[in-house]
Structures are given as C-alpha cells and as structure tokens.
C-alpha cells in the first residue's frame, strides 16, 4: 500500500468513525451528546502505527497470586498501540474516582492527549449505546463531563504553544 493510499484509508476511517459517533447522539444520548460532539471537532491526525489492541481492558484482567494475569473478553481492534492505556485512564478517571495526576503516568506516551480524546468518544459512544433509555445515560453523563474538560483543555494546552510559534511579533493583536 502507497503513502497515498494509506493517508486516504485513515481520512475515509476517521470519518466513518465520526459519521457513526454522530448518529447516534440523538436525544436519548443526553448530556453525553454535547461532550462528544465538542471532543470530535478537538481531534487532529495522528502519526502512529496502528496494531491490534485489547479495546477494554479496564475489567477483563484477572489477578490472582501466583499467577500471570489473564485477560478475558478480548474487545479487538486496531488501532494505535496507546489507546488501551488512554481507554483504561479514561475509565479510571470517569467511573474509579481517579485523580487528573494519573494521567502523569502516561506522560512518555506519544500523542496523548489525542489518544485520551479518541479513548473519550469511545467510552461515551460505547454509554449511550449500553444505557440508552435509562437513568444510566445521565449518571454516564455526570461522569464523563469533568473528564471531558480535562481532556479539552489539555488539548487547548497542547495547541497554544503551536498557535503562538505561527504569530509574528507585532502582527496579530
């Protein structure tokens, strides 16, 4: 496969990653409709080899002493080698009480504020899908709006220091 050919693969797969994300944030995504539309129009291309990956890790690993731990319920996609690491301090953040200096721990991981983001519009795609009609879609909601700020300004974070190197002196107000 050309360069050409695998830039026009990623572009046709982002949208069509966006497009199904869309679609389902009708009314019944409530609250989560508006975080995932916001993190959607936040996320840029990211340079990274894609691989199969576990997709949830967070619950499907088993530990006993011992032993080695086992996954189950293997979720395969493929996608960059990182994501799992942002789904799994996505998930920690949104539903086990786990503080924004966490994400500290992944700080040699490239690209990963974009990560978190993508990790972000999974997990709340992923709600809207499992709680749709329920109470569950706001409680999802409640917890995912303080990770969605974080996410947000740590990607307005990222892109200001861009921003300003693209200013000349005395140019721009």
């Known amino acids: 496969m050309t360069s ?5 693969q990623e572009r046709h797969s982002a949208l069509n990653g966006r497009f199904l994300a869309l679609a389902l944030l009708g009314p019944a995504a409530g609250p989560i ?3 995932v539309r916001l993190l959607l129009a936040a996320l840029r291309p990211v340079d990274l080899p894609d691989q199969l990956i576990h997709a949830d890790l967070a619950g499907n ?3 006993a002493d011992g032993a ?3 996954v189950i319920d293997f979720s395969p996609l ?3 080698a990182g994501l799992p690491l942002a789904i799994v301090a996505v998930d920690a953040l949104m539903w086990h009480r786990a503080r924004p200096e ?4 992944l700080a040699s991981e490239q690209e990963l504020d974009q990560l978190l983001a ?4 999974y997990r709340l795609v992923t709600e809207v899908i499992m709680r749709e009609g329920t109470a569950g879609i706001d409680a999802a909601g409640r917890a995912g709006q303080p990770v969605t700020d974080l996410v947000l300004a740590r990607l307005a974070a990222a892109a200001r220091p861009v921003r300003s190197a693209l200013r000349r002196p005395g140019r721009y107000a």
């Open 118 to 121: 993508r990790a972000l519009v």
């Open 78 to 80: 493929y996608r960059p």
């Open 4 to 8: 050409r050919d695998a830039a026009y």
């Open 102 to 105: 966490v994400l500290g721990q």
């Open 33 to 35: 409709a508006g975080q």
């Open 68 to 70: 080695p731990p086992a």
């Open 61 to 63: 690993v088993l530990f």
